[in-house]
């Protein structure tokens, strides 16, 4: 087991994953520029309980005093042992942070009150004297310790609620959600049960369905279960899938296939932490807009047809069983607010993750899946706005393109005319990830197998070169290599489409930029999110103009901000709120309409792009 | 039928039923000071379509033009053709009046908002440049209509929502219910159905349910529905069922007991009425506080028991699916707020019906069940008490007492040595009911058969006088005359329980009134309801020292003011809001803990009194 300090979040890992890996595990995000390769030194942390060792070429990182004090770089250092490990500040990943008022940075939970809180409450008893009901007795004693003064009260919390408060001396423990503005008792139990309050955050994604149990009254995260959305089967895409929910008798299978999914996830987690279903008293759910419907089974169908209208925005807070899914009946869900058809709750998550609401400086966000959507704004405005990029770095619509799971290609390099590559847990290599089509991108250009243009120069002399029916390849893996015996491959056909959706990202960014009259160097912080793969290497992403050329270090990879931002919701009725408010004032721009976009589109079909001054810093 | 203008209020009847009863029926209330004798003149109504002749004994209170134009006494008339009434200002009760700024009265509800209400909404269809979600756009048009900036939303209401609003051109009717200071939708229905909208008033009383269903829109009553509370099997008075509610497994039966009342009422009134279930979208039920919580489930045990502390004074609204009651799934419940164990939102009902709440002067209303609760106050200022008055009125605790049923007699006179009865129905006399006894009480002490102090004159020359095992005892009517064969006989040992009735009732109004130090006479209107049967004698009443000695103009018996409070409430938001208010600022005087409550009590175990001067009127 790896306990990341001060955030005091463990991870039990496999022998020989890398520290960077379990961090990741632990949902604790450290500084990662170079993609894992050592050599950006960015990810220092302090081995402080168990044994681990520097490993030569991050010596190169430190001083001896920090050598001996235990440095090391999170993505060389490998797991033998247990290890607490602490993340000195110079670390830390901005996402999940607010800065105080003192421009200090804290954890944006820490001290932050819950969505749902039980609360421990010790009355006196009644005398005819002080003979208020009982409910209204309970109620006196939290206005005490809230400081609000009236309660919404679900029925449930009434039900022999005189036997419980006599039985218990009228010690018993209320559990109180944050409702509407205002509050509302949701259960109040014998005795004192406030230890064990837990809560879910849930990233329900088209591809995955990622569940976090928290514990309530501290943040920590006891675990983190992912499993692939069943959805699956009724479509690979949003697109389908709302094809397929809005086919008469369509919407309640897809509907009940991911409620399946976060009921599993319930019980693995349930099971392995050895904790109680009813303890489970809160959830909040983020995914994109088309995720959110069907997860509360409402229909998704106008979505996808223009003039693109959900059916909503901002979702009501209701009980998790009125959907199904099982935890303490009077436990809630609350689902993160979407801001349009395509800029969902994820992104919503993912904003508030990055702090951009509270920053006074330029933030900005992009998730990159099928769609990319982009959100840029501070502490004073915001707008977003998503574009179709097609599925490319997700793995789809390239000939040998793959998720990121094990076996995918994740690195290459072609250095001196040798190709090298790296795949996911070291396995035989059975496709090429986000990650991989990024680097497979760079390199071709850069080493003039491919013009700017994404063509393949005809006349290359290269035995990975090859044509087949008239379509120009470049072999990655031979057949010999993979783990099918095919060979692993990009076309000139995979080059073009990935051309398209870096195109379709960037000119969002640009168009979104120009809609706002900033230039990219007025971006302080850039955080990128989405499924790529373990690592996204900023410095090919910026070469082949998929992400604009700003100075890298600031430049972020995030991983999966949409759980964060639940997280932080579920932790947080002050981020709660602040979710609505994103949703509310955010300005959607619809580019679906918007001619500089097509414009600026066109423009960016060339590597890195048709305008180079652009990209000053790109050198092939 | 008999349709009561201009309240527009009807009621089918059987022929030779008086117009007064039909009136009851309809639940509109018109003036009776004399409980039915023709003697005051006070039910002065006219028949304005069908056949309907004044009978002789009326015709003195009418010139001949009144006659020419059709006026009867409404307690004098029976129906025997379809007839019109309108019932004229000055025969209107004052109970769900309020009186305007111009001192005019008006129905409570007219131009009122129903606490839910259908509303029909044509919306544009969605553009590039309007593209909110469907139901930030249904919400748009609330917020036009209500001027209300947000609702609550609930998760049925967006179920198929993007369906119901493209296949109906955004023409859709949306269910907005009045919910904790603000609105809820409650549903989203295609098309107009704004037409047919339901409520359900409900009276759960100890003994008996009534049921009210009204039409929201209008506020007219369709129809009206009684029946024995099923719980009864489960103990007889609200103690009992208390004790049996309290065993283990105790609570549930008697919870389904009412349940199951209420679910009949509905069958039958939706199958009368051949409306669809689904359209009552609404209930308000009023109850004693123990009537409530066994309603909704909650355990009654400490309402028992010293300090006398129910589980809530003011209830949540609630789906009435969530306790079982079979109306529109997404209808809501209201249950009246009570102001303590054993002051109920019965009385909050009645308190609001009399319009005390909205009255510079001061008014007083009592309500005699197994309890008698005494409410008085005004606009600035609202006082009550409760006093444990045994089932003595109900016809409990007597040996020929019964409920005001078919046989009951409810008239007793003594005139000349001859004594003489009416009972419910002209049936056979079955046993006495509360009016018949106090007719009873009042009958032996004028003609000197009982003593002030409730003891028979046992030197006593009456063939219907006799003592059996040591317990002097009255015949009202022979063994011939009733229907089991058996005399029917008032006793001493009864006389004393109604003597500790009336003098706990009467104790407790006083106590009030010394309490917040007024007189009698500063009481402006009394208002009376209770179970004692169709009619009250007024005089009579005073008499025996039950109701205070003030001018009998001023005392009105009303009926069921639960159930009318009920109907305001579901016809208006304000009422409700008023409710709230009732149950909060009405101040409860805790006799069982009262000294002076007990002085009076011992004080009140006479006829009319031992203070005599507290009854200049009476003469006996």
């Given amino acids: 087991m790896v306990t990341f ?36 030194g960015q990810c220092r942390v302090q081995i402080t309980a168990g044994n681990a060792e520097a490993d030569e070429q991050a010596r190169a990182f430190f001083s001896e005093e920090e050598l001996e004090r235990g440095y090391v770089l999170a993505c060389q250092t490998q797991v033998h042992d247990n290890l607490e ?24 939970t820490a001290g932050a009150t819950p969505i749902v809180r039980k609360m421990f409450l010790e009355m006196p008893a009644p005398t005819l004297e002080d003979n208020i009901s009982d409910i209204e007795r309970v109620t006196r004693e939290l206005r005490k310790k809230i400081g609000w003064h009236s309660y919404e009260i679900g029925l ?105 999914n976060i009921n599993e996830l319930i019980d693995t987690l349930i099971e392995d932490k050895n904790i109680s279903r009813e303890d489970i008293i809160a959830m909040v759910a983020a995914g994109n807009t088309t995720m959110s419907h069907l997860l509360l089974g409402l229909l998704p169908c106008s979505i996808r047809l223009e003039p693109y209208v959900p059916t909503a925005d901002i979702y009501p807070q209701i009980y998790a069983r009125e959907i199904g899914v099982k935890i303490n009946p009077e436990g809630i869900l609350e689902t993160m607010p979407s801001v349009a058809s395509y800029v969902g709750g994820d992104i919503v998550a993912g904003v508030l993750a990055c702090g951009i609401p509270e920053s006074q400086e330029v933030r900005g966000l992009i998730d990159i899946g099928t769609n990319g959507e982009i959100a840029i704004g501070n502490n004073e405005w915001l707008v977003c706005c998503s574009a179709s990029a097609g599925p490319a770095f997700e793995g789809g619509g390239t000939r040998c393109g793959m998720r ?53 120069n005809r006349d290359l002399k290269d035995e990975r070169f090859g044509i087949e029916d008239e379509i120009p390849y470049y072999t990655i893996a031979s057949a010999e290599e993979s783990e099918s015996g095919e060979p692993i491959v990009i ?56 992400l604009p050329d700003i100075p890298k270090e600031r430049i972020e990879f995030i991983g999966n901000s949409s759980l964060t931002g639940a997280r932080l919701c579920l932790l947080s009725e002050e981020m709660l709120e602040k979710s609505f408010n994103i949703s509310r004032a955010m300005t959607n721009i619809e580019l679906s309409n918007y001619q500089p976009f097509m414009d600026e589109f066109v423009a960016a079909l060339f590597l890195p792009h048709t305008n180079r001054k652009l990209f000053p810093s790109v050198s092939y």
Same sequence: chains 1, 2.
Wanted: proline share 3%; hydrophobic share 40%; charged share 25%.
């Fill in 156 to 260: 449930p919390c009434l039900k022999r609620l005189s036997e419980k408060l006599r039985d218990n001396d009228f010690k018993v423990t209320a559990s109180v959600a944050k409702y509407s503005g205002g509050y509302k008792i949701l259960r109040i139990d014998p005795g004192d049960t406030s230890q064990t309050t837990y809560g879910l955050a849930v990233d329900v994604g088209t591809t995955t369905v990622v569940a976090q149990l928290v514990e309530m009254s501290s943040g920590r995260i006891l675990g983190v279960s992912g499993t692939h959305n069943l959805q699956a089967s009724y479509g690979e895409d949003v697109i389908s899938r709302i094809i397929y929910a809005c086919k008469k008798g369509g919407l309640e299978p897809v509907h009940q296939a991911v409620i399946k």
């Fill in 85 to 108: 490990v602490l993340i000195p500040p110079e670390t830390r990943m901005e996402g999940a942070k607010i800065i105080t008022a003192e421009g200090e940075e804290v954890e944006a």
């Fill in 5 to 40: 300090m001060p955030v005091n979040r463990s991870a039990i890992v496999d022998e020989g994953t890398t520290l960077a890996e379990a961090a990741r595990q632990a949902d604790v995000f450290i500084k990662n520029l170079c993609g894992g390769e050592g050599v950006c």
């Fill in 491 to 546: 076309t000139e056909t995979d080059i073009d489409n990935l051309m398209k959706s870096k195109g379709a990202i960037f000119a969002a960014i640009k168009s979104l930029m120009d809609y706002i009259g900033l230039g990219f160097d007025q971006i302080e912080r850039f955080y990128v999110a989405g499924g790529f793969g373990n690592f996204l290497n900023i410095e090919k992403s910026i070469a082949i103009g998929l």
């Fill in 404 to 456: 990121a799971t094990k076996g995918a290609i994740e690195k290459i390099e072609i250095s001196d005319g040798k190709l090298t590559y790296h795949t996911i847990g070291n396995a035989k290599p059975r496709g090429i990830c986000g990650s991989g089509l990024i680097d497979c991108m760079y390199e071709l250009v850069k080493n003039g197998i491919i013009s700017p243009d994404g063509k393949f």
